[in-house]
């Protein structure tokens, strides 16, 4: 089965994002790098920040940035830090509760990675982000800009949820999420996922020990079955989410790798062309522009439009912009301008754009042609429903990529 995903170092060196390439080569080409770095990673059995794990990570970092790349840290463990500080004998459920340990956990972690970089000569700078920062894109382009200020002042950016304040509706879910929107965000070369489990593998190791690693993924989607969705005792992600993660990066045009955090010199050894972990390959043709990044993996929809089948190949295959008359469905209260989601009869998504009317305006005349739309409403502004341009295929597995409730 490993050989049907891609199990071949000839392939390997052959194909990648942008060309022949071995790891090694792919990292020496990285300019930019999210790192995201789990709470398993960073705690002890006790829920406790390993003080020794995050000096040794730390200075791994300071080695990629070093070479002259920009290197984002995505820390988790501000809600294991406080669990650990307050005593508690594990991770509680209800939100208020998980609110108050991220309080009393994000000092205690923003600290120990501040004292880790000290020697390196890297001041650190905590970035605290709802999942609504992505859905506004004043607010979006404000994100990026202060991250390439704190890039030219010679700082490490360490992002983290802002758990203290997400509510259900506009969290994340999980860091493995906000790591690939970032990567999207700042338009990584790759995203580094540091978990407890050395990639994906073929079952699941702690029960089949016989279970093989995937070393190489080609193509993203021929591996999604194999997603687990187990949580560690104090972390909110498994491996599904790490794959959905992984999926919503590589389809903006980021490669993932995904390795163990907990291996000794882990990132050092991602730097050597060693083979551990797991490398996903970027979707080739999918060097998208920043503002279509945004548009297809980053903002929330606001509704969904469900196409008939004419319509749904018009838009997949021919490359047409979405008319009223393929609008099957209208779901979802929205204004002129939003992002909405287009999918098939089956609920799968398939796409996503900037709706030219409203969801009370486009349910009035969905599924008419120009000159009935006109004996209905008069003369309207715009032909389209979704404009070509302002569209992005974002292949759709049936769910929603970006944000999940907890």
Known sequence: MAQEYGDNRAEEQAVDHGGAMSRRGLLDRARVVVVKVGTQVLADDAGKLSAGRIAALAAQIARLAGQGRRVILVSSGAIGAGVGRLGLSGRPTELPALQACAAVGQP?????????????????????????????????????????SLFELGCVPIINENDTTSVAEIRFGDNDTLAALVAGLVQADLLVLLSGVDGLFEGDPRLDPQARRVDWVPDIDAVMGLAQSTKSRLGTGGMRSKLKAARLAVLSGTAVWLAD????????????????????????????????????????PQGSLVLDDGARKAVLDLGKSLLPIGVAEVQGHFGKGSVVSLRDRQGAEFARGLCNFGSTELEKIRGLRTEQIQRVVGVVAYDEAVHRDNLVLTGGDGEPPVVESP
Not at 118 to 123: A, D, F, I, S, V
Not at 262 to 288: P, W
């Open 108 to 148: 205690f972690l923003m600290t120990a990675w501040e004292e880790a970089f000290t020697p390196h000569g890297m001041p650190t700078a905590q970035v605290l982000l709802t999942a609504s920062d992505f859905d506004h894109r004043a607010r979006y382009l404000n994100m990026r800009n202060t991250l390439t």
């Open 261 to 300: 955090g907990g291996m000794d010199q882990v990132l050092d050894r991602l730097r050597a062309g060693d083979t551990v972990g797991t490398l996903f390959a970027a979707r080739r043709g999918t060097a998208l522009p920043a503002w279509k990044r945004w548009l297809g993996f980053s903002a929330r």
